[in-house]
């Protein structure tokens, strides 16, 4: 049976992965709409109308102010020209009608400096950050990522130890705003995705299996539902086995990416909701 969810990307001010976050939502079975800001913003495009939204990577209005932090005030304050309503506030309504919500790279930054994730005690209110690497660089390339099987993570369900994915980033780092908010993070599995030795055998901390210094090795975050998830590596970047830097080496390679199966996880849970 067909699925029936529709996911919604939304592109502009430098957004540059649109297209394939779409094909992933796609190969998933999901309907997809690419949309800026703006539509949003206009009216011509509402979240509600949406069951799947997907905060794409790239360099929100050039990284201006640090990574996503001028997209993130658009959206909290500038309200759409039909209803006078903040996008932050369409955003609250949708999280509160258990949608999904996945943002990769700038799209994970934005979630963190809209105060969404990790959403502790269930408040909006920003308590970590994501800034430069350690290394003073852009970093790009690919990572291993080890996989909390505790997490109420939707996204990261049956991945098994650990999966293999792209990073392009140079503001990844995660950084709390103090040890009570890493420990609440870690007690209640907030962290689904970390970054790893090759084996999948333990959090990696030193470069460069961990590519930016993250605290506690962190790669991704979701929220106590395990309905918002955000991540520095790009899931929609492996979806099919020749996006693989070694596919050429490696004739055993599943013709399906890793990254595939996060897409594929949202939208069998939607469908099932």
């Known amino acids: 049976m067909a699925s029936k969810v529709k996911a919604l990307v ?20 999901a309907k997809v709409d690419i ?5 949003l913003m206009a009216g011509r495009t509402r979240l509600d109308d949406y069951q799947f939204l997907n905060l794409a990577g790239g360099f929100l209005d050039g990284d201006d102010l640090g990574s ?8 909290a304050h500038a309200k759409t020209l039909d209803r006078g309503e903040r996008l932050l506030d369409q955003l609250k309504r949708f999280i509160e009608a258990d949608k999904l ?48 099987p505790k997490s109420p993570c939707i996204f990261t369900r049956d991945l098994g130890p650990g999966i293999f994915l792209p990073i392009r980033h140079g503001e990844g780092k995660l950084v709390t705003s103090g040890n009570d908010v890493l420990e609440q993070i870690e007690q209640q599995h907030l962290a689904p995705l970390k970054y790893s030795t090759s084996d999948y055998s333990k959090p990696a901390m030193e470069y460069p299996e961990n590519p930016n210094g993250s605290q506690n090795s962190i790669a991704g975050m979701c929220d106590s539902s395990g309905r918002i998830l ?18 050429t080496r490696m004739p055993d390679l599943p013709k399906e990416g890793m ?10 849970w939607l469908d099932q909701a």
Not at 68 to 75: F, L
Request: net charge positive; aromatic share 8%; charged share 20%.
């Open 68 to 75: 996503a932090k001028a997209g993130a005030n658009r959206w």
């Open 101 to 148: 919500v996945m943002g990769v790279c700038n799209g994970f930054q934005l979630l963190v400096k809209l105060g969404i994730l990790p959403g502790l005690e269930n408040r909006i209110g920003q308590t970590v950050t994501l800034t430069y690497n350690d290394s003073g660089r852009f970093e790009d390339r690919w990572v291993h990522l080890l996989c909390d």
């Open 259 to 268: 990254g595939l199966k996060l897409f594929r996880n949202a939208v069998a």
């Open 10 to 29: 939304v592109t502009g001010n430098g957004v540059n992965c649109e297209m394939e976050t779409a094909h992933a939502c796609r190969l998933a079975g």
């Open 230 to 247: 955000g991540l520095m590596p790009h899931p929609e970047a492996y979806t099919h086995k020749t996006n693989h830097p070694r596919w």
């Open 35 to 39: 949309v800026t800001v703006y539509d």
